[in-house]
């Protein structure tokens, strides 16, 4: 069914069209392992053999990555209809330090943030009030904990993994706000922007909506992030069927593994600051690290290093952000991940 | 006419945002003076919060993301 007939439908009757596709979804992920069991036993392969594995782990994985990364994207793109960045900016205005950089952090992952808005919402934060650390915690948190890395982790790694990465992602946001804000570095943003603090916000008055609109943000946020990831979700899966089947499983154990020498996870953290990639590029990269037997703190932290930090986001920063306050940034940030990371490869 | 401004940086959703609002505008022939924002200091004068903005007779009518073609074509 064409996504155009959906949202006609969903204007008719929102409830039904949404109870229908809860049930559609729940029977898909019940029938997984039949379906794949079924797509190996027709091509006339065993389980047993090289290919039969890969290609089991292939049909396997697919559907259950791309049911888990629909069902949490929809349930974002309808959370999103209830938090605006207006609405945010005003819960976090005037807040401490503290509570405040607890609430911008878990805010940061439930607000509708598009990364070529940074700059006016970090501007706009600090305009209305918000401190230079709370806005910060908003800052890395909104990128680095996001549905997709989530739904991908949930999928190919367990719930354990989602849920670990998504609390260490809010302690990084937390903490490195707290330090940020700690350290007082106000007089490093650029003049116009302090000048900036005065203004006044324009008044934007969303309008009012209901829950048929809602769902139709649910289905509009499947499709716009749904249909730009999707084509490295497959790479991923496939580098991890292939590793699956062919790959002796401790061929990276010696550089990145729970042995490894010491300088192995600042390593993985440091090489992963220049680098750019949206969650969905780095999983294949993350799925054939671990399935070589690498360490998953050390993937994990890079992984975050990845997506939280990057060269062109701090090209972008430094219109409004003295060459200091960004140092500031990006060292505070890695030096958190890399706590991350040691935590996690000691305590697993 | 209507004096139109689009507020952003740059990125994809901004140009996106432009093109759709030209060819609207084209379509129901409305006559419209049509300008890109993309001066960060002015944006922020301008008290827009998320990119892509648009602002018709210096009144915000959206921010954050490309609008729907329905919600542009009520512009105009």
């Known amino acids: 069914m064409s996504t155009a007939t959906g949202i006609a439908v969903t204007r008719r009757a929102p409830w ?13 992920y019940a029938s997984l392992t039949p379906f794949a069991d079924m797509v190996v036993a027709a091509l006339g392969l065993a389980r047993e053999t090289r290919l039969g594995e890969a290609l089991h782990f292939f049909v396997y994985d697919t559907p ?17 209809t209830f938090v605006s960045p207006e609405r945010t900016r005003a819960l976090l205005s005037g ?45 890395i948190a909104a990128p680095m904990v996001n549905e997709v890395a989530l739904a991908l982790l949930f999928g190919l790694f367990g719930w354990q993994v989602a849920a670990l990465y998504l609390g260490l992602g809010l302690v990084v946001a937390i903490v490195a706000g707290l330090v940020i804000g700690r350290l007082g570095m106000e007089r490093h943003l650029e003049g116009w922007v302090r000048d900036m603090q005065a203004t006044q916000p324009a008044e934007f008055e969303a309008p009012a909506i209901g829950w048929a609109e809602r769902i139709d943000a649910g289905a509009a946020h499947v499709k716009q992030i749904v249909g730009k990831v999707w084509p490295y979700i497959l790479l991923g899966i496939a580098v991890g069927a292939g590793i699956h089947g062919y790959v002796p499983e401790d061929f990276m ?27 969905a590029g780095i999983i294949p990269v993350v799925e054939a690290l671990l399935g070589k ?15 939280a930090l990057s060269l062109p986001e701090m090209i972008i920063l430094r219109k409004v952000l003295k060459p200091p306050l960004i140092a500031a940034f990006a060292g ?3 030096a958190g991940i890399l706590l991350v990371g040691v935590i996690f490869n000691a305590t697993l | ?32 003076h049509l300008e890109k924002v993309e001066d960060m200091k002015q944006i922020m004068m301008l008290g827009v919060l998320t990119t892509p903005g648009v602002i018709i007779d210096g009144k915000l009518v959206h921010a954050g993301g490309v609008p729907a073609r329905a919600k542009v074509e009520s512009w105009f």
Do not use: Q
């Not at chain 1, 049911?67 to 793109?77: D, P, Q, R």
């Not at chain 1, 992952?109 to 401190?131: E, K, M, Y």
């Not at chain 2, 507020?7 to 129901?28: D, H």
């Open chain 1, 16 to 28: 039904a069209w949404l109870v229908l596709g809860l049930a559609g979804w729940i029977a898909a």
């Open chain 1, 64 to 80: 259950k990555v791309m049911l888990l990364l629909t069902g949490i994207v929809f349930a974002m793109g309808v959370i999103h």
């Open chain 1, 95 to 139: 807040r401490r330090l503290g509570v405040g950089n607890v609430m911008a952090a878990t805010l940061g992952i439930v607000t509708p943030f598009c990364s070529c808005s940074a700059v006016p919402l970090f501007i706009g934060f600090l305009a209305a009030g918000v401190p230079l650390g709370v806005t910060f915690s908003f800052l």
């Open chain 1, 253 to 279: 154990a010696s550089i990145m593994g729970r042995d490894a020498p010491w300088w192995s996870l600042p390593a993985a953290v440091l090489i992963g600051v220049p680098m750019y990639s949206n969650a």
């Open chain 1, 293 to 307: 037997g690498a360490a998953l703190g050390t993937v994990l932290a890079f992984m975050m290093s990845v997506i």
């Open chain 1, 332 to 334: 505070i940030v890695a």
């Open chain 2, 1 to 32: 006419m209507k004096n139109v401004k689009v507020l952003g940086s740059g990125c994809a959703n901004c140009a996106n945002t432009l093109k759709l609002i030209e060819a609207v505008a084209l379509a129901k022939g409305a006559d419209i």
